[in-house]
Every structure is written in C-alpha cells, then in structure tokens.
C-alpha cells in the first residue's frame, strides 16, 4: 500500500513555493478558473515528482516556472509497506542540479544514473506510469480505458497485473528450453557418435582377437620349431662334459711326456757325456797300447834299464785289457744312446699323437660350445617368445578400456539426456504457461471479468452496461488476443463514439475505479482532473457524483480538479486555487492551505 502523505513544491511551473498535505481529504473539490494552476498545484507536481513525466508530454525546462526560471524541487512524503520514503526531483537546482532523489527511513538510495533511480522508485511503488495515469491521477490529456485501442488496453492491463514479469519468465524459460533443446541435440549427436565409435571398435576388437589367434598360433609354431631344434642341439652338447674330461687326460699325458722327454734328453746328455770319457779313456789305452809295441828293447825311463819283453808284454796285456774294458764300457754306452733315441723317438710319436688329440678334443669342445652357446640363445628366443606380450594385446587394451569409457559416457549421456528432455517438457509447459496465451491470458481474462464486474456497479442506474471480452475472432476463424468493448445502453449496443458527453464520463469514470480496485486500492489518494467539463449537464453531473461518492469511502483521498463553482455543496471539502497578478499558482483557502 502506498500513502502519500504530502506533497512540497518549489519554482514548478506556476506554483512558487507550496506544501500541501494529501492523506484524509475525504471527498475534496479543488476548484479555481481556467488557468489558475489547479492541475499544477495537485495532479502534474504529484505525477511529474514520481515519474518525470506527465501525459502532457512537456519538455524538461517547460516544468520550471517562468518568474524563476531554477532551483525547481517538487518533493513528495509517502509511507510505503510501513517505509517512510521521499522522492525528490530537482530541475535547474543550485545544490542538486537535475537530480532525483529516493530516500528511505532516512537512507539515501539514489543511483549515480536517474534512469536507474526512477527504475528503483516503480519497484518500490508498484506502479508504472501509464497505470498511474489511468487508475490514481485522471487526467483530460490521458487517453482513457474506454477511448484506447484495444492494443493500449492491453498493454495498459499487462502493466496493471504486471504481465511484464511474465514476459520476462517467458523469455527467460524459452532461453533455458533453447540452451536444453540444443544440449540435448548435442547429446544426442554425442550418443549416435559413441553408438557409431562403438560399433566401429567392436568390429576392430573382433579383428584384433582374429589376428590375435593368428599371429599366437605362428609363435607357437616358431616356438615348437625351436623347441626341436634346440632338443637337436642338447643331444650334441652332452658330450662336452667328456671332451672337457679328455682334454684334462690329454694335457696331463702331455705334460708327462714332455717331462719323459726332457729326462730322456737328461739321460742322453750323461750317456754322451759319459761315451765321450770312455773315447778319451778308450783312446788313451789304445795309445798306450801302441806305444808299448814301439818300446820293445827299449829302456825305463825311470831307471833306464832295458824293459824286459816279459814286463812288456805284461803291460801290453793290462793295456789291451784295459781297451776291451772301454770298448765294451763304449758299446754299452752307445746302446744306451741308441736305446735313449729310440725312446725319444716314440716320445715324440706319442706327443704328436697327443697334441692331435688335443686338437682335435679342442676343436670339438669349441664346436660344441658353440652349439651350446646357439643353445642358449635358442633357450633365450623361446623365452622371449613366451613371454613375449603380443603388440595387439596393449592395442586391444586400448581399445576394450575406449569401449568401456565410451560405454559409461554413452550411459551418463542418455541419462543426462534423459533428463534434460524431462526438464524440457517441464521448460515447455512453463513456456506455454508464461506466453500471452498461458497465465497471462487467463490472469487478463479475470481480470476483465472483475473489470467489468466493477464498472457495471458503478454504473448501475445509469442505464449502461459494459461488456469486456479479451479475444477477437479473425476471418481465418483464428483469435486474436486484444481488449473489445462493447457498450449497451437502453439494451441496445452503442460505440463510444455515440455516447453522448456525459455517458462517455460516466464510462470513463468508472473504468477508472474499476481499473484502481483492481489494483487493490495502491494509493490512497485519487486525482480526477476536469471531469466535469462543460459538455455534462446537471444530469450528467448527478450521475457522475452518484459514481463519485460510491467511490469516495473507498479512498482516504478523492480530489477533484474543476472550474465549476456550481459543485462546491456537494463536496466535503472545497479548496480555491488562485493565480495573483505576477501570474503564481496559490491555495488561498480551506484545509490545505499551509500557510
């Protein structure tokens, strides 16, 4: 509920310098002639301190009075939802410039931009201007329920009802059911991408195991290959053991035999050596002996007596005995030699026989180590083709774990997707409710009905009744959605061109406390400027006070704005609105007057 309290008006317009308390008028007639600042003094400084702007459509400077052309404020005092508030404009001012002001329990909660400001003061009155205009300040250059187009009526209700919340949950859920709409195509695409990848991987799967077993049957088959030949192989190193063992015997008669050979070589040096002693003794005889043939008659040396050929023959006996004792010694010795050579003649034949074993034992060895050594790296290939991981194995891993992941993210995918088409059916149906032809049209279709409802009251007597519909039927046999009027009077249906002056005010008048109850009475102040123009005659005046005073007990506030002096009696309160000679707007009496 919004309750304007008073109203404090500075340099706007006509008006000088006013304050005017607005709550508990009561059925109030402002009266004054034309020209004299009635409207300004009341309907335009209340309509242009809230909004800026007024049905008048005046320029900006056009709101500063003439005789002051600055320091314009018109400052309104309300409570709103137990709030006190102020909304201050300033035009022209030499403190605050062109501001405007919105303060609250004393709090300054002006924007830097008016444009926000004035956005901040319609959330906080709950009302637009164009349902201001035409449910709380009447005004003669407003165009009225009844004379709008059906287009305006509508949009005049949407603002009424706030349908423009609506407009904004209807684009904003159509922008979500879009963003899911194309979410659940791009899970879609994302699921037939998957289901075609798993598909294509599948059958590569299936491939790779074909080949698998391919390739697993050919290394068992190397490896069988190898496996014989390698059996092949042992069966020929078992001899090594025995090689190696003769080789060992071999080296050890070798080293024996040289050892024979070098004692035999050892005994042939002594028997030469001892052969040549027994030539040297053997020699030694044989000259002797000699030399005792030529000593025969011969005399001693030693005593030089002629040597008897007894003693002579004696010697040559010891002598001869002497030379058969080397000779045999010799020929013993030279056998001896002959027997030496021979051994180390059969020495030698059986070291060659020897170092041939040998050579031949080695050579074998060598060729069965090589077999060994081809043995163990057949041992090694075995192995390793045993071990062997096959290159598709890692592949197929790969890809088994790429079906996997692709399988849960397929399975997450239809679940999110699953869920976002449940949450765009639930996006649709709002987007459906929140369109012109869901709860908007149903939330208008109420309302017309209490629209009517209201104005048929307070019309009731008059002989008119009104009738609202919210569609109109197009030839294509279509609807349109759009506000019709149609107007009975006397039962027969009239357009409002036809109605007479006083029924058109009467109309007028009582859409607009139709469209004020429909608001529930947002303020608690009703501003009906020349209502009662010269067109309405004494009839049309009483028909159009019934509807004032029906209405009158609703409001704390009912002020009429009017030039005829002939309805004071009929008003609780009569406040007269002047213009003095230097052309100012001024209350010169009644309760209002500040002063």
């Known amino acids: 509920m919004v309750s304007i309290k008073c109203i404090l008006i500075t340099n706007f317009m006509s008006v000088a310098k006013e304050e005017i308390a607005l709550d508990a008028l009561g059925l109030c007639l402002v009266r004054g002639k034309n020209g004299s600042g009635k409207s300004n003094l009341f309907r335009k400084a209340l309509v242009y301190c809230l909004y800026g702007i ?26 709103v939802d137990k709030k006190k508030a102020s909304i201050e404009r300033y035009r022209n001012h030499s403190e605050h410039g062109n501001k405007l002001r919105l303060i609250i329990d004393g709090n300054d909660v002006s924007l830097n931009d008016n444009r926000e400001t004035q956005k901040r003061i319609v959330r906080l009155l709950d009302v637009d201007f164009t ?16 004379e709008s187009s059906s287009t305006n009526r509508g949009t005049l209700l949407s603002n009424i009802l706030g349908l423009h919340e609506y407009e904004k949950a209807h684009k904003k859920v159509k922008e979500k059911a879009t963003i899911a709409s194309g979410q659940i195509r791009v899970g879609l695409d994302r699921i037939a991408f998957l289901e075609d990848a798993y598909k294509k991987d599948i059958e590569l799967l299936s491939t790779m195991k074909e080949q698998q077993e391919e390739n697993e049957a050919v290394i068992q088959k190397e490896i069988k290959d190898k496996q014989i030949e390698l059996s092949t ?24 035999l040289i050892e024979e050979n070098y004692s035999l070589l050892s005994k042939q040096n002594e028997a030469k050596e001892e052969r040549g002693r027994v030539t040297t003794h053997l020699a030694t005889a044989n000259r002797e002996l000699k030399s005792l043939a030529l ?42 030699v002959d027997q030496i050579l021979h051994e180390l003649d059969s020495n030698l034949l ?7 074993s040998i050579d031949e034992a080695n050579n074998n060895l060598n060729i069965c180590k090589n077999i060994s050594l081809k043995a163990r790296e057949l041992e090694k290939e075995i192995r390793q083709l045993e071990i062997q991981e096959p290159v598709s194995d890692k592949a197929m891993m790969l890809l088994e774990g790429n079906i996997a992941r692709n399988k849960g993210e397929n399975k997450k995918l239809k679940t999110d997707v699953a869920i976002e088409e449940d949450s765009l059916k639930y996006l649709r149906f709002w987007e459906k409710g929140f369109s012109r032809n869901g709860i908007p049209n149903l939330l208008v279709e109420q309302s017309l009905g209490k629209i009517q409802e209201s104005a048929n009251k307070y019309l009731a007597g008059t002989g008119v009744i009104v009738e609202l519909t919210g569609q109109r039927q197009l030839q294509s046999g279509e609807y349109r959605e759009e506000v019709g009027i149609t107007i009975y009077v006397a039962g027969k249906t009239r357009s409002y061109e036809q109605l007479s002056s006083g029924e058109k005010k009467r109309i007028d008048i009582a859409f607009t406390f139709s469209i004020l109850d429909l608001t529930n009475n947002k303020c608690n102040i009703l501003i009906l400027d020349e209502i009662f123009d010269r067109s309405l005659d004494a009839e049309g005046c009483e028909l159009v006070m019934e509807i004032l005073n029906k209405k009158g007990g609703e409001v704390d506030s009912l002020v009429v704005i009017s030039h005829r002096d002939e309805l004071q009696e009929q008003f609780n309160n009569v406040i007269n609105v002047v213009r003095d000679s230097h052309g100012v707007s001024r209350i010169e009496g009644g309760p209002l007057n500040g002063r």
């Open 131 to 146: 349902t201001f205009v035409n449910s709380t300040a009447f005004s003669p250059d407003v165009v009225l329920f009844a």
């Open 350 to 356: 059986k070291k060659q026989d020897n170092f041939t």
């Open 295 to 336: 000593k025969d008659g011969a005399k001693c040396s030693t005593c030089k007596q002629i040597i008897s050929a007894t003693v002579l023959e004696e010697e040559k006996k010891k002598c001869e005995k002497t030379v058969k004792k080397y000779e045999k010694a010799y020929a013993k010795i030279d056998l001896k």
């Open 54 to 79: 007024l049905p008048e459509k005046l320029k900006s400077d056009e709101y500063v009075s003439d005789f002051y052309p600055k320091d314009l404020s018109v400052i309104t005092q309300l409570i």
């Open 233 to 256: 192989l042992l069966d020929e190193i078992g001899e090594t053991d025995e090689l190696s063992s003769t080789i060992i015997d071999l080296e050890q008669v070798k080293a024996k």
